[in-house]
């Protein structure tokens, strides 16, 4: 299994990026694909998850309203389109995917929001 995430990079307060993790390894389309993400001294945290067929996503509470989870199983990718950025974003984003008993991690890309 093979997470690749890509898209972070520095954006001002108020701007948005999307991200990509693009997955290899695994039947992409039969499983539900999350977002964490991990601020400078703090835990990993919860962002999103979407189902298998991408019918059904599920946000933290702050990411409601300004992040978005989508998938493409035709290309084995999955995004998060991240809009009203507050420098509280600013964090490594991670993909992830629970295959075979195993949770599997990206290495992350980095997001700086600030001016």
């Known amino acids: 299994v093979q997470l690749v995430e890509s898209g972070g990079g520095l954006v001002q307060p108020g701007g948005s990026l999307r991200l990509s993790c693009s997955a290899s390894g695994f039947t992409f389309s039969m499983y539900a694909m999350m977002w964490y993400r991990q601020a400078p001294g703090k835990e990993r945290e919860y962002v999103a998850r979407i189902s298998s067929a991408g019918g059904s996503t599920n946000y933290a509470d702050s990411m409601k309203g300004r992040f978005t989870i989508s998938r493409d199983n035709a290309n084995d990718t999955v995004y998060l389109q991240m809009n009203s950025l507050k420098p509280e974003d600013t964090a490594v984003y991670y993909c992830?995917?629970?295959?075979?008993?195993?949770?599997?991690w990206g290495k992350g890309t980095l997001v700086t929001v600030s001016s």
């Open positions: 992830n995917v629970y295959y075979d008993d195993i949770m599997y």
